[in-house]
């Protein structure tokens, strides 16, 4: 094992499927101790934390809905009673729009989007940043998306819920820049996971696609955006060699469309 992250612990929301579950286990392969959060489906999050123990590497499942303060305060509390502290920090927990109209959206799916994507981070970082600060170094990884760039039509409360993501990274990158907290976003197109699936039916209106893959001849490099892509983005911005990186933001799409 590579001791690149040797004596760091992550803590990941949204960590048991997808990306999630990708940068999990590269941070671990890494050296880093691994806080898996999920907020229902804890089979697959018990799944990441098998994974990880497997290969040789150390984490444990949290429960918790990030859009909830209380919950999200024991969990931080808990993974520092268990690890001893958190100084990496990855909001990648996330949920789809249903890829609707401004004029027909639901008001209630505006709100649940901004609190996934935008609130829930807040209440991670408001907790975590106490414990980071005691270290020599902290690392905070928003996981945006490239959907911030575009502002495609029929995606209005996916695109708004990151750009506030956005917006509290770049503004906790100033703030927290003087504890040796760097705080940047990893923004990737469409990746293969069961989200991006739903993402690409309701941006695309193809509500019978089964398989990304399909979409491979069309993407760049000839294939779709993997998890392990994303995650290897991530691993860097918590290393050595992004030492003097803070306020970033980082597109992994393969260069966008053809």
């Known amino acids: 094992m590579s001791v690149q992250l040797n004596g760091r612990v992550a803590l990941v929301s949204g960590g048991g499927r997808g990306i999630g579950r990708g940068i999990c286990e590269l941070l671990a392969s890494q050296g880093a101790s691994v806080a898996v959060n999920y907020r229902k489906d804890k089979e697959s999050a018990l799944e990441t934390v098998d994974a990880i123990i497997a290969a040789g590497g150390n984490a444990r499942a949290y429960e918790a809905s990030v859009d909830n303060p209380e919950a999200v305060a024991i969990m ?10 958190v100084d990496i920090l990855v909001c990648n927990a996330g949920i789809a729009s249903r890829g609707q109209a401004v004029a027909d959206t639901d008001p209630n799916e505006v709100i649940r989007l901004l609190t996934t994507h935008a609130i829930g981070p807040h209440h991670l970082a408001r907790c975590v940043l106490p414990s980071m600060r005691t270290r020599d170094r902290g690392d905070i990884v928003m996981i945006s998306s490239v959907a ?6 029929n995606g209005g ?5 990151k750009a506030a993501m956005e917006a509290l990274a770049l503004t906790l990158a100033k703030e927290e820049r003087q504890h040796g907290i760097h705080c940047n976003i990893v923004a990737p197109g469409l990746v293969e996971t069961d989200m991006g699936l739903r993402l ?6 193809q509500r019978e696609m089964e398989d990304l893959r399909s979409l491979d ?3 760049p490099f000839g294939r779709v955006c993997q998890p392990l892509d994303v995650a290897n983005v991530v691993l860097w911005l918590c ?3 992004a030492g003097y990186v803070t306020g970033q933001r980082i597109e992994c ?6």
């Open 157 to 161: 409360p996916y695109s708004m819920g």
């Open 76 to 85: 931080v509390d808990q993974v520092v009673a268990d690890f001893g502290y």
């Open 148 to 153: 911030t760039s575009h502002m495609t039509a």
């Open 200 to 205: 690409a039916r309701a941006m695309t209106g």
């Open 217 to 219: 001849q069309g993407s």
């Open 253 to 258: 799409d393969g260069g966008g469309p053809r």
């Open 239 to 241: 290393s050595e060699g």
